[in-house]
């Protein structure tokens, strides 16, 4: 299994960026994907998750109105769509997969980063204000 995040990059406050996650050697439609992202001196942090299905997805109250997330099965990719850029979204971005399939889903749970047992590189985000 390996994930690759992709689309990170540098945009001026209020700009916008669409970030991808390729999954390789899996089929990830039966599992819960997310989004988390670190900034520098700080603990990595839930932004956003997307059940198995595709049909729930809750974010942090952060982002909740600026980003979005969605998996295309098809493609087997993960994206995060973030809008209305602030300097504080500035971090390394990450995607991980659950690592339990068909995971019901529990908002809780999935803001978890326990939940995860595969995770990508990350994707650099920065955002000039």
């Known amino acids: 299994v390996q994930l690759q995040a992709s689309g990170g990059g540098l945009v001026q406050a209020g700009g916008s960026l669409r970030l991808s996650c390729t999954a390789s050697?899996?089929?990830?439609?039966?599992?819960?994907m997310a989004w988390f992202r670190q900034a520098p001196g700080k603990e990595r942090e839930f932004v956003a998750a997307?059940?198995?299905?595709?049909?729930?997805?809750v974010e942090t109250d952060s982002v909740k109105g600026r980003f979005s997330i969605s998996k295309d099965t098809a493609k087997n990719t993960l994206y995060l769509q973030m809008n209305s850029l602030k300097s504080e979204d500035t971090a390394v971005y990450y995607c991980?997969?659950?690592?339990?399939?068909?995971?019901?889903?529990?908002?809780?749970?999935?803001?978890?980063?326990?939940?995860?047992?595969?995770w990508g590189r990350g994707t650099q985000v920065t955002v000039s204000s």
């Open positions: 997307v059940s198995w299905g595709g049909g729930v997805t």
């Open positions: 991980a997969a659950d690592s339990r399939e068909r995971r019901s889903y529990i908002s809780s749970l999935y803001q978890r980063e326990r939940t995860y047992g595969y």
């Open positions: 050697g899996w089929t990830f439609s039966n599992y819960a």
